[in-house]
């Protein structure tokens, strides 16, 4: 045997340990900026995941499994809120079913949502993004004073339907995720661009890159104003948020969905007002943990919040100086053989911050009382101080008194051993009623009625 030559292995140790390192730097910076073959790689294992849920080996994200049969129960009838709740979430096909219930249950009024149905024609669309089916399509609702629905088909465009479930208008714009009327009836939503080209006023956003609006829309379905997320963030002296996904030491290049708008909220006339006046307008950035209060006529920011909540959704203004939020938390680890995030030990809560900059937990998850999604989520302040709280990804929607007592649970029971998302829960305002929603049926089934 011959001996081992340092000198003469030297230069091959040095050129594989060298390819090696060529190789890890790539793939680093292959899966920052979705370089090949990352893009073929992400695009087989989707590919892998759709047909194992089409198989049947493993749910789609959408549903899991239960033994669940009950869909409302009723903890404390005498402390459950007044009102009939509105309720969205999927159906047993994969259809949105917006239902209107009332305490005990009992359905008042639906809407079935079906995209290939409502928006047969979508040529806003490019052909990657018109959706091969229905599921989780539907994210941010609300009824108007006639009991019209107005909602997103998330990522694809705003309608409206009336109560008897016929298209009133269509608005062919990337919104989603939120819909909140203002006090003259208008309509404030998030939009999206996928910009595939650089824009020379967001240096370092390496295309494909999401811009995030801020859209206020007519209540006939017309853009009123349209604002940039990013625009604003820079003209009021906070650009360095716009680069919080970059990791690179010397670059600060970000691609992708950096900031993630989930939310719009408008300061009402009929809140107290403080540091916060009615038409203040208020958005929440998941991705970057921040939530920010602008004036809307001056585009000057007044308030903001970063870092004192985790991927958050649904800031609420209370009063004047005073929001809630739900506060995700997410700190759930992800398994390389589950399709689903380990939650145990975590828990999602509503949170209060003050103008002042101080936090306050009103609920909270617990062992004995769970609650937690690492995604989506929302929460209502009810009149008689109850909080209503919507976990989306296990289909539930719970009631609490103000000590954090359970009086009130609703699980999206579809069938066949499965809960369905919930993507959006609220109680309405005593005026849409049980009466309402009867003379809108009625309306509905008159032989009278074009």
């Known amino acids: 045997m011959g001996k081992f030559n340092v000198g003469e292995a030297a230069p091959r140790v040095l050129f594989f340990a060298s390819l090696l390192m060529l190789a890890f730097g790539y793939g680093v910076l292959a899966e920052h900026y979705s370089l090949f073959p990352v893009p073929m790689a992400k695009q087989a294992r989707d590919a892998a995941s759709q047909l194992l849920e089409e198989s049947g080996a493993v749910l789609p994200w959408y549903y899991r499994e239960s033994s669940e049969t009950q869909a409302v129960r009723v903890h404390n009838v005498s402390a459950v809120s007044p009102g009939l709740r509105l309720i969205s979430g999927l159906a047993k096909d994969e259809t949105t079913l917006v239902r209107v219930i009332d305490a005990e249950g009992r359905q008042v009024h639906s809407w079935s ?53 016929s298209v009133v208008w269509r608005l062919p714009y990337r919104t989603h995720h939120s819909v909140q009327l203002d006090d003259d009836g208008n309509i404030w939503v998030p939009g999206l661009i996928t910009r595939d080209k650089s824009v ?68 009402s006339k009929s809140l107290t007002p403080g540091f916060f006046q009615p038409g203040d307008v208020m958005v929440s950035l998941r991705n970057i943990n921040t939530i920010v209060v602008f004036d809307p006529n001056t585009l000057k920011i007044k308030y903001h919040s970063i870092g004192q909540v985790l991927r958050q959704h649904d800031p609420d203004f209370v009063d004047g100086n005073t929001i809630t939020v739900f506060n995700n938390n997410n700190l759930a680890t992800w398994h390389p053989d589950t399709t689903r995030p380990d939650r145990s030990g975590q828990h999602s809560q509503i949170v209060q911050l003050s103008g002042s900059g101080e936090t306050k937990v009103l609920f909270t998850g617990s062992e ?27 289909g539930r929607v719970i009631e609490v008194d103000p000590s954090g007592s359970l009086v009130w649970e609703y699980i999206n029971v579809v069938g066949n051993g499965r809960v369905g998302l919930v993507d959006d829960a609220v109680v309405l305002p005593a005026n849409l009623d049980d009466a309402f929603f009867k003379r809108t049926v009625a309306a509905c089934a008159s032989p009278d009625r074009e």
């Open 200 to 267: 020379a006023s967001l240096p370092n956003h390496i295309p494909p890159f999401d811009d995030y609006r801020i859209l206020e829309v007519s209540s006939d379905g017309h853009i009123k104003r349209d604002v940039g997320v990013a625009d604003l963030l820079v003209a009021n002296g906070f650009t360095g948020l716009l680069y919080l996904s970059s990791i690179l030491n010397r670059n600060t290049k970000v691609s992708g969905d950096t900031m993630h708008l989930n939310d719009i909220e408008v300061f």
């Open 368 to 394: 004995r009382a769970p609650l937690f999604t690492d995604i989506m989520g929302s929460h209502q302040r009810l009149p008689n101080g109850n909080l209503l709280i919507m976990e989306s990804i296990e």
């Open 113 to 165: 949502i079906d995209w290939f149905k409502l928006w047969p024609q979508p040529d806003h669309l490019s052909a990657d993004l018109v959706p091969k089916s229905n599921a989780g399509l539907v994210h941010g609702l609300s009824v108007a004073p006639n009991g019209d629905l107005i909602f997103n088909f998330s990522e694809l465009g705003l309608m409206r339907l009336d109560p008897c479930g």
